[in-house]
T-cell receptor, first 116, second 114 residues
Framework: GAVVSQHPSRVICKSGTSVKIECRSL??????MFWYRQFPKQSLMLMAT?????????EQGVEKDKFLINHASLTLSTLTVTSAHPEDSSFYIC????????????FGPGTRLLVL | AQSVTQPDIHITVSEGASLELRCNYS??????LFWYVQSPGQGLQLLLK??????LVQGIKGFEAEFKRSQSSFNLRKPSVHWSDAAEYFC????????????FGAGTRLAVHP
């Protein structure tokens, strides 16, 4: 149980285009979803937290107009990187928690984004 | 401020040897503590967690961890390492209240020699 998927697993795009990454909880309802960014050989950096049906809460220093997060249902959250640039290239990981077990986050497999 | 320290960036052990990965935290309240493992290019898998009760917790894949409040530590152990255990290990503190954010340590990369 508690499986989280991400799509796509990797994406290459041209500078200036937008990229959407999906995060789905497959066998549970995710009341809260989290988006992280991970640079090579580094730890995870929390970008934002989102609850279903409400606006995401962004961490300090994360541009909300750059990284659009939508959490439209209890099983789906999306991260859109708008007008992507090479410095946005990174590994993006989502996680989800349930109402019954809010303290525990279950992570997706990650999406590797390369902006040319 | 809350923080998690994993003092060892890289550890190498021989297959079959015992393993201990260190984790120290700084948090004013009673922490929720987690260990996650990440294989190359993959997401994080939960190994074990501590919320309260017995300070020695058992996890998956033969791992265990012990919470020591006096030392602000939550070290991960395994009595006999397998080659498939080679991965990156992250210790994390869960912040109570709000949306239960996790604060991660920098990670420890484990290499296993045959």
């Amino acid at each position: 149980g508690a499986v989280v998927s991400q799509h796509p697993s990797r994406v290459i795009c041209k500078s200036g285009t937008s990229v959407k990454i999906e995060c789905r909880s497959l066998d549970f309802q995710a009341t809260t979803m989290f988006w992280y960014r991970q640079f090579p050989k580094q730890s995870l950096m929390l970008m934002a937290t989102s609850n279903e049906g409400s606006k995401a809460t962004y961490e300090q220093g994360v541009e909300k107009d750059k990284f659009l997060i939508n959490h439209a249902s209890l099983t789906l959250s999306t991260l859109t990187v708008t007008s992507a640039h090479p410095e946005d290239s990174s590994f993006y990981i989502c996680s989800a928690s349930t109402w019954a077990s809010q303290e525990t986050q279950y992570f997706g497999p990650g999406t590797r984004l390369l902006v040319l | 401020a809350q923080s998690v320290t994993q003092p060892d960036i890289h550890i190498t052990v021989s297959e079959g040897a015992s393993l201990e990965l260190r984790c120290n935290y700084s948090y004013g309240a009673t922490p929720y503590l987690f260990w996650y493992v990440q294989s190359p290019g993959q997401g994080l898998q939960l190994l074990l967690k501590y919320f309260s009760g017995d300070t020695l917790v058992q996890g998956i894949k033969g791992f265990e961890a012990e919470f020591k409040r006096s030392q602000s530590s939550f070290n991960l152990r395994k009595p006999s390492v397998h080659w498939s255990d080679a991965a990156e290990y992250f210790c994390a503190v869960g912040l109570s209240g709000g949306y239960n954010k996790l604060i991660f340590g920098a990670g420890t990369r484990l290499a296993v020699h045959p």
